[in-house]
């Protein structure tokens, strides 16, 4: 199931809000009052949001300045065919250069 965006919930709610009350508001009153609380279900989701993506990214860079000497350190390349290497390899597995 797909979720669905906060500015879907709050453009639907102003819809919902506005047309009911400019078509009879004493008859429609329940639905201008459901309009605003999917209005403010779409505020809470947009700053839910937020924050998730701001925590995500502060992990991401954790991780990668973590994570960057760490991954360096297991890995060299071969200088002719370019092929990924361990530290303590002296010849290329795959056209067998000497590193």
């Not at 009052?33 to 999917?38: A, C, V």
């Not at 991954?71 to 250069?97: I, L």
Request: aromatic share 16%.
């Amino acid at each position: 199931m797909a979720k669905i965006h906060g500015l879907v919930y709050i453009i639907v709610g102003l819809f919902v809000s506005i047309l009911s009350w400019k078509l009879n508001y004493e008859k429609l009153i329940f639905f201008f009052y459901i309009g605003w609380f999917f209005v403010l279900i779409g505020a809470f989701k947009l700053v839910l949001n937020f924050i998730k993506n701001k925590a995500k990214k502060q992990e991401t860079i954790q991780t990668k300045t973590h994570h960057t000497p760490h991954s360096q350190q297991h890995a060299k390349y071969c200088a002719r065919c370019g092929n990924a290497m361990r530290m303590q390899d002296f010849y290329c597995s795959r056209c067998g250069a000497k590193v």
